[in-house]
Nanobody
Framework: QVQLVESGGGLVQPGGSLRLSCAAS????????MAWYRQAPGKQRELVAS???????NYAASVKGRFTLSRDNAKQAVYLQMNSLKPEDTAVYYC?????????WGRGTQVTVAS
């Protein structure tokens, strides 16, 4: 069983920054790909970024160059640094991982970008 707990969301002005954290329980954290998804009101959930066990990252085109995903295997955590935030980044952000063919999700953290 895996539990994912997100933190770090909030209200920020356009152009600002936030750092989201996801703490994971369970074993063998270091070998699993971790990902962040987001879902804006009225829209489908979309992949924001992912990081493999070897720390290879992948980003959605809409966030590339602004967001940075990293992991700390000793702390069993991943971090999404979000810079130059735009109103269109407003969404609930979810941490995700897949283990043994089963998907695990956190409860999400709200990010609101508004002046």
């Amino acid at each position: 069983q895996v539990q994912l707990v997100e933190s770090g969301g909030g209200l920020v002005q356009p152009g600002g920054s936030l750092r989201l954290s996801c703490a994971a329980s369970g074993t063998f954290f270091s070998i699993y790909t971790m990902a962040w998804y987001r879902q804006a009101p009225g829209k489908q959930r979309e992949l924001v970024a992912s990081i493999t066990g070897g720390s290879v990252t992948n980003y959605a085109a809409s966030v590339k160059g602004r967001f940075t995903l990293s992991r700390d295997n000793a702390k069993q955590a991943v971090y999404l640094q979000m810079n130059s935030l735009k109103p269109e980044d407003t969404a609930v952000y979810y941490c995700n991982t897949v283990r043994g063919g089963k998907e695990y999700w956190g409860r999400g953290t709200q990010v609101t970008v508004a002046s």
